[in-house]
């Protein structure tokens, strides 16, 4: 695995995970769970926050609350498309072999939802000069 544990904070954007060539496992968790996937107190540079819960190959030896977390497990293969919701922590791991995914990312009205919720539990996942700007991109159309 490439990545641990995860959840993209700074854009509070959906993904669509495409996969290009190969597999991977994947294990999603709404963030609702994140007290109990053992979150780390790095971040990226683009502020997504890491957890060290291992959902891939259910080590609850290591990390027991996991055990006691709604976890969502699949696959997705060569010509999938998979949507991972704002705020979601998620881990994708390959197997039989190497693969290639590329995530596109999507903002929309849910979006802006997820960042009032965390600026008003004073979170340090969003800055709130950023969600002022993303309800500035509200009021646009596009004909």
Same mark, same amino acid.
């Given at each position: 695995? !490439?990545?641990? !544990?995860?959840?993209? &904070?700074?854009? =509070?954007?959906?993904?669509f995970q +495409?996969m290009?060539q190969?597999a991977?496992k994947? +294990?999603?968790?709404?963030?609702? $769970?994140?007290? #109990? =996937? *053992?979150?780390s107190s790095i971040?990226?540079?683009?502020d997504?926050?890491? *957890?060290? !819960?291992?959902?891939?190959?259910?080590r609850?030896?290591?990390f027991?609350?996991m055990? =006691?977390?709604?976890?969502y497990e699949g696959? %997705?293969?060569? &010509?999938d498309?998979?949507?991972v919701?704002c705020?979601?922590i998620? %881990?994708f $791991?390959? *197997? #039989?072999?190497? @693969?290639?995914g590329?995530?596109f @990312?999507?903002?929309?009205?849910?979006s802006i939802?997820? !960042? $009032?919720? =965390? +600026?008003?539990?004073?979170?340090?996942t969003i800055q709130y000069? *950023?969600?002022k700007?993303?309800?500035?991109?509200k009021s646009?159309?596009?004909?």
């Amino acid at each position: 695995r !490439a990545y641990p !544990a995860h959840q993209h &904070g700074f854009d =509070l954007s959906h993904g669509f995970q +495409v996969m290009l060539q190969g597999a991977k496992k994947v +294990v999603f968790w709404p963030y609702s $769970e994140k007290e #109990n =996937l *053992y979150k780390s107190s790095i971040t990226t540079e683009n502020d997504e926050e890491i *957890y060290f !819960a291992e959902g891939i190959h259910h080590r609850f030896d290591l990390f027991p609350s996991m055990g =006691l977390t709604k976890a969502y497990e699949g696959e %997705v293969k060569q &010509g999938d498309i998979m949507f991972v919701p704002c705020m979601g922590i998620h %881990v994708f $791991e390959s *197997y #039989n072999g190497s @693969s290639l995914g590329i995530r596109f @990312s999507h903002q929309d009205k849910y979006s802006i939802k997820c !960042a $009032e919720d =965390l +600026v008003s539990e004073n979170s340090t996942t969003i800055q709130y000069d *950023y969600l002022k700007y993303m309800k500035t991109l509200k009021s646009i159309s596009i004909p």
